[in-house]
T-cell receptor, first 112, second 109 residues
Framework: DAGITQSPRYKITETGRQVTLMCHQTWSHSYMFWYRQDLGHGLRLIYYSAAADITDKGEVPDGYVVSRSKTENFPLTLESATRSQTSVYFC???????????FGPGTRLTVL | SQQGEEDPQALSIQEGENATMNCSYKTSINNLQWYRQNSGRGLVHLILIRSNEREKHSGRLRVTLDTSKKSSSLLITASRAADTASYFCATDTGNQFYFGTGTSLTVIP
């Protein structure tokens, strides 16, 4: 099916563990984005990628690592999860930075 | 600091009324977009307005942009219960993308 998918949809982990959130899109969009959504803050950009092997920091990149070896995948890794990283994470893609972004369904992450 | 902020934070109207929400931002932008989010779901794009445009329409949506005031407004006419959602503005500054904190709209049938 065409679209953008995220996995897992729900994840509970413990402080200090490494967690990887997956994002996959089938449109071959050049741009991909990771956001976190927290009450009172709206969505905040963590990282984005303009193409395979090109990534840039967003507003809140600390504690996160991304990679993009293939155009269709953009995994987000929390190397050592902290409670402050409990959030809903959204992945998005777009053809260009000025086009509409298409969002995945989100991953709800809880760090205990 | 937040690049985009919506006002009001929450809005409750009767079905059939118009809903207006505003977005203010701090730095120069290339374009501004509005998105809708239904509870527990991902965001859905509504409309994009470029920095050299002043007004844009799409169905029951009307967006205005005033770059001198660094503000935008989204008008939803003849609202429906299905319009109940959170609405976010998003700005593209060229190398960063910012979403506002959102306006929660409730349309009462």
């Amino acid at each position: 099916d065409a679209g953008i998918t995220q996995s897992p949809r729900y994840k509970i982990t413990e402080t200090g563990r490494q967690v990887t959130l997956m994002c996959h899109q089938t449109w071959s969009h050049s741009y991909m984005f990771w956001y976190r959504q927290d009450l009172g803050h709206g969505l905040r950009l963590i990282y984005y990628s303009a193409a395979a092997d090109i990534t840039d920091k967003g507003e809140v990149p600390d504690g996160y690592v991304v990679s993009r070896s293939k155009t269709e995948n953009f995994p987000l890794t929390l190397e050592s999860a902290t409670r402050s990283q409990t959030s809903v994470y959204f992945c998005a893609s777009s053809e260009s930075p000025w086009d509409e972004q298409f969002f995945g369904p989100g991953t709800r992450l809880t760090v205990l | 600091s937040q690049q985009g902020e919506e006002d009001p934070q929450a809005l409750s109207i009767q079905e059939g009324e118009n809903a207006t929400m505003n977005c203010s931002y701090k730095t120069s932008i290339n374009n501004l977009q509005w998105y809708r989010q239904n509870s527990g779901r991902g965001l859905v794009h509504l409309i994009l307005i470029r920095s050299n445009e002043r007004e844009k329409h799409s169905g029951r949506l009307r967006v205005t942009l005033d770059t001198s005031k660094k503000s935008s407004s989204l008008l939803i006419t003849a609202s429906r219960a299905a319009d109940t959602a959170s609405y976010f503005c998003a700005t593209d500054t060229g190398n960063q993308f910012y979403f506002g904190t959102g306006t929660s709209l409730t349309v009462i049938p």
